[in-house]
């Protein structure tokens, strides 16, 4: 059974201040995906990871930074919060390749005060 | 803007009945289909995905319908249950790249 882990359930903080959302999976995946989820809005794709080291960035990275230094690790970072970057943070995985399933973790809660 | 368009936001059935949920797009580079399933508290889950070659897949009480013509594809849940309340989305993929892009999601009640 695929399992990705969010560090977080749920985060609050200070405007201004750096966040660390991590994402750990155990099935060997290449690909790493970072989305926030809003209302009405759907996921939008953040950043991903096809290798370590390696990333690309997806449709709002504007404010947001990821790291992979490992294959099964995958970091997004605010750099310095805002109230408009309070969301629902998704992390993804799949095995490299088009067409397969990427397997979600439970999400992370951020609000930014 | 989005590159797929998802209707209705919201929709409320009772028990056996076949909620439907729509989904349009534009990029005609698009060739993937999946829709996810999310329930409360939990990550989106793959439900059913097509590829534009078909004009229907099912799984279960899950059915996909395909128009390529009019780009639009949309789910139907038969005989539904209060088990399938959750909020479902549709998405896209083309060949270029490995990047889903998600339509605005639909929740879906069924009262029991």
């Known amino acids: 059974d695929v399992k990705v882990t969010q560090s977080s359930r749920y985060l609050v903080k200070r405007t201004g201040e750096k966040v660390f959302l991590e994402c750990v999976q155990d099935?060997?995946?290449?690909?790493m995906f970072w989305y926030r989820q809003d209302p009405g809005l759907g996921l939008r794709l953040i950043y991903f990871s096809y290798d370590v080291k390696m990333k690309e960035k997806g449709d709002i990275p504007e404010g947001y930074s990821v790291s992979r230094e490992k294959k099964e690790r995958f970091s997004l970072i605010l750099e310095s919060a805002s109230t408009n970057q309070t969301s629902m943070y998704l992390c993804a995985s799949s095995l490299a390749g088009l067409y397969n399933e990427q397997f979600f973790g439970p999400g992370t809660r951020l609000t930014v005060l | 803007q989005q590159q797929v368009k998802q209707s209705p936001q919201s929709l409320i059935v009772q028990k056996g009945g076949i909620p439907i949920i729509n989904c349009a797009y534009e990029n005609t580079a698009f060739d993937y289909f999946p829709w996810y399933q999310q329930f409360p508290g939990k990550g989106p889950a793959l439900l059913i995905a097509?590829?534009?070659?078909?004009s229907e897949k099912k799984e279960g009480r899950f059915t996909i319908s395909f128009n390529k013509s009019a780009k639009q594809f949309s789910l139907h849940i038969m005989d539904s249950q209060p088990g399938d309340s959750a909020t479902y989305f549709c998405a896209a993929l083309g060949a270029a790249g490995n990047k889903l892009t998600f339509g605005g999601g639909t929740r879906v009640l069924v009262k029991p």
């Open positions: 099935m060997d995946h290449e690909n």
């Open positions: 097509i590829r534009p070659d078909v």
